[in-house]
């Protein structure tokens, strides 16, 4: 045995006093999560527990390729046994008594050395509509399979939303054949993500596609076989789909005294600690503050999903001691994709509403591009089937970058050499 494997060994625990972290949640981010500890050189013991009974999944695919069933399932290529990671499926768990280091589940008592919390967001419910029959709601491989015999029947569908989901899925009821009406109840779809003047083009996209979207509609109420709007109409709908956002699944964590954010989700630092004492929180349904942006940021997209759990991984195995550094901050620059009316829609970075927007092309044609620029350094990109802006602009917005705004508003420039 060489020096530095018997050094490497004397600074790991004892088998049986290693320390056990539990993650609940099996999305993406609790999935990752215990990926990421083995690929750090975590050799203690790492169970996941979902609530979902399915061995865990992706969700994008369940908008898209699942939905129009080009693909079964989403299913991650992951070997658990393989990676000695335990895997709990089909349990909730109902609560956490931090000071017994303790979770509740109907099972009984699980305990914990460390806790990872990685348990998303939940679709939030249309009033009134909970449990009516033909009301969906689209986020887990159960919603999809529900909805996958909606679009195989044709059914005229209404979507309540123009939000990410509500384009993503109105996109696949087209290609299925479905009549598909739109209803927003702001003036343009995705109000609440991108300013007028970016959305308002987009709107197009649904006309193209055959869909109809009726904005300032706001649904008063759904009757069996329609949909009544609060001006009186009536839309006609043999399945409603309702996509009007989510939030942090917390629910559970009521009374074990970890700090919430008025959103409803973890408020976790720099290193996605929470407030309490070896617990983490990751995904989904944790928020952390970004100096970066000089704000809290709750994202709700798959790269945080993924990015996060490292740096909690990192985190956990540097307090288990031995020569792992801390990890730095995690202060990534947000990014997310969208594929809606045959187009690549990506977002990276962040944009308040003063900062200086900056087109790259005509949103009339099918790619183009906007920055936004503060003081002068980007700090977020629009790319609309121009997948080359969103790469370079990505670099460019984590290096801190101030461009050129004359020549980054020619989209013959590549965003790369606007950097000045
Ligand atoms: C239909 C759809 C399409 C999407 N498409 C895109 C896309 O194109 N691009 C993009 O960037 N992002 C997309 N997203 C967002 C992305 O999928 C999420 O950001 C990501 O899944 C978050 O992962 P997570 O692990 O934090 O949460 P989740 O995926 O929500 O996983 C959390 C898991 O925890 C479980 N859980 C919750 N509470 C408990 C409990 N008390 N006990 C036990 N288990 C519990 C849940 O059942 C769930 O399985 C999409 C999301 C949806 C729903």
Redo the contacts with the bound molecule.
């Keep these: 045995m060489s020096d530095q494997q018997q050094s490497q060994q004397s600074e790991r625990p004892e088998p049986g006093t290693e320390r056990r972290v539990v993650v ?7 999935v990752q999560t215990a990926v990421a500890l083995r690929e750090q050189g975590f050799t203690g013991p790492v169970v996941v ?4 009974p399915h061995q865990p999944y992706d ?2 695919p ?2 898209k390729a699942v939905l129009l069933g080009k693909a079964e399932d989403s299913a991650f290529d992951i070997d658990f046994e393989a990676l000695d990671i335990e895997l709990v499926l089909g ?3 109902t609560g956490l008594r931090a000071a017994a280091h303790e979770l509740d589940t109907p099972s009984g008592p699980v305990p914990y050395d460390v806790l990872v919390i ?4 939940e679709p939030i419910v249309l009033p009134g509509t909970e449990g009516v029959l033909g009301v969906h709601l ?2 887990t491989l159960d919603d999809a399979a529900r909805l996958r015999p909606v679009l195989d029947e044709r059914q005229d569908v209404v979507v309540v939303g123009a939000g990410w ?1 509500g384009a ?1 899925f109105a996109t696949a009821a087209r290609a299925a054949g479905c009549a598909v009406t739109v209803l927003e109840a702001a003036d343009r779809p995705l109000a609440g993500a991108l300013p007028a003047e970016v959305a308002a083009p987009m709107a197009a996209w649904y006309a193209e596609s055959g869909t109809e979207l009726l904005t300032g509609a706001r649904v008063d109420h759904v009757e069996p076989g329609r949909v009544v709007l609060a001006d009186g109409r009536a839309i006609p709908a043999g399945a409603v789909v309702v996509g009007i956002g989510a939030r942090p ?1 917390t629910g ?1 964590l009521a009374g074990s005294g970890i700090a919430l954010g008025p959103d409803g989700s973890v408020t976790a630092d720099t290193t996605l600690r929470t407030s309490l004492p070896d617990v983490y929180a990751v ?3 944790a928020s952390f503050p970004s100096a970066r942006y000089g704000e809290r940021l709750l994202v ?6 993924l990015q996060g759990p490292r740096t909690v991984a990192a985190d956990i195995v540097a307090a288990a001691g031995g020569d792992h550094p801390a990890p730095p901050a995690y202060d990534p620059v947000p990014y ?4 809606q009316f045959d187009r690549f829609v990506q977002y990276a970075g962040h944009h308040a509403g003063a900062d200086t927007l900056l087109w790259r092309g005509d949103p009339a044609d099918p790619a183009w591009s906007v920055c936004w620029l503060r003081d002068g350094v980007l700090v977020a990109v629009l790319a609309v089937g121009r997948p080359r802006d969103l790469a370079q602009g990505r670099r460019l917005i984590e290096a801190g970058t101030r461009i050129d705004p004359v020549r980054a508003a020619d989209p013959s420039v590549p965003l790369k050499s606007t950097a000045l």
Excluded: K, Q, Y
């Design positions: 609940v949640g099996a999305g993406m981010a609790g527990i979902g609530a979902e969700r994008p369940l908008s349990l909730d768990v990685a348990t998303g967001a689209l986020r989901i993503e699944a559970w995904g989904d349904c709700h997209h798959w790269d945080n999903a997310f994709w969208s594929e």
